[in-house]
């Protein structure tokens, strides 16, 4: 659930941390990125593979050993130039969405555009902040579909892609990381499309329909002020319009821009969908007045 953030950090303290991991990112600083996240924390990269939940264990002198965290850096920031594009952030409490384009040059012959919606859930350990959670929603097929549009180039960087996934995650990895080529897919996305075709044309029967309990929830909106009823914001002028819209796993994400009268809201949504039925379990919205 979204909450306020605490008052010894600020939204915009909260985000100059989260910048330190591209950063990280950028200068290969493997150490300073692994240092970024908690004692215990999860890396869902993309959502619908299998995390990589790390307990971050120290080293006799007290270092932070390498974990999972440092066989996942390696496997797929190490052999890269990463870039990453930044169109908005939207923080709450000690959440930060950041709607984005991560630019992947894997050699000089091939390089892959990803759009993402990625959020950090941040915590405060010994008074300063960590990553408990990095949750980026991106695509996987496409992405792999750019890869081999590359033609021969391809070839050589898949194959070492492939051969540093099995040195360092091993098959269970290689086989965790192609879960995310499952999950709710193109149905999935065309349920969040029916959320906003019907909400902004007020079929209350129809939207009621999409959700797995039959009954309009609580959305969590951070601009409202927490989590608001559904069926309040269907009685006001509000119209949602999607853009960018993602599936990864069992979540579609989207681009999205509310205008309720003056009011303008920009961010990014949640649906979290069940896998079989498509049935929408909940709804979260992260934007900002």
């Keep these: 659930m979204l909450s306020d953030a605490p008052p010894m950090f600020t939204a915009g303290e909260c985000i100059a941390f989260a910048e330190r991991s591209p950063r ?10 692994i240092d970024l996240f908690a004692q215990n924390s999860v890396v869902e990269d993309p959502v619908g593979s299998a ?16 974990s999972r965290l440092g066989a996942f850096y390696d496997t797929f920031i190490a052999p890269n130039d990463i870039q990453f594009h930044v169109d908005s952030d939207n923080v ?15 050699s000089r012959q091939v390089t892959v ?25 991106w695509e996987l097929l496409p992405m792999l579909k750019q890869q081999m549009a590359s033609g021969w180039p391809f070839l050589r960087v898949g194959l070492a892609s492939a051969l540093r996934l099995l040195r360092h995650l091993g098959w269970g990895g290689m086989l965790g990381f192609t879960r995310a080529l499952f999950g709710v897919g193109e149905a999935g996305k065309q349920q969040a499309i029916r959320f906003a075709e019907y909400f902004n044309a007020r079929k209350q029967a129809e939207l009621t329909a999409l959700f797995e309990l039959h009954a309009l ?14 069926q309040d914001m269907l009685k006001e002028d509000g119209v949602v319009v999607l853009s960018k ?9 989207a681009t999205v821009h509310y205008q309720q009268g003056e009011r303008d809201y920009r961010g990014v949504a949640l649906f979290k969908l069940q896998r079989r039925s498509l049935q929408i379990d909940g709804v979260s919205f992260y934007w900002s007045a």
Excluded at 24 to 33: F, P, Q, T, Y
Excluded at 92 to 106: A, E, N, P, V
Excluded at 217 to 230: I, N
């Design 24 to 33: 990280a990112v950028a200068n290969k600083d493997r150490r300073g990125w």
């Design 51 to 66: 995390p990589h939940i790390s307990g971050v264990p120290q080293d006799r002198g007290g270092a932070r050993a390498a």
């Design 92 to 106: 709450s409490g000690l959440q930060i969405m950041r709607d984005l384009t991560i630019q992947i040059d894997m």
């Design 113 to 137: 555009y990803v759009p993402v919606h990625l959020l950090y859930e941040l915590c405060i350990q010994e008074g300063e902040l960590k990553i408990a959670r990095l949750a980026a929603h």
């Design 217 to 230: 929830p609580s959305v969590d909106a951070p601009g409202f002020g927490a989590r608001r009823p559904l």
């Design 245 to 253: 819209v993602l599936a990864a796993g069992d979540v579609v994400s």
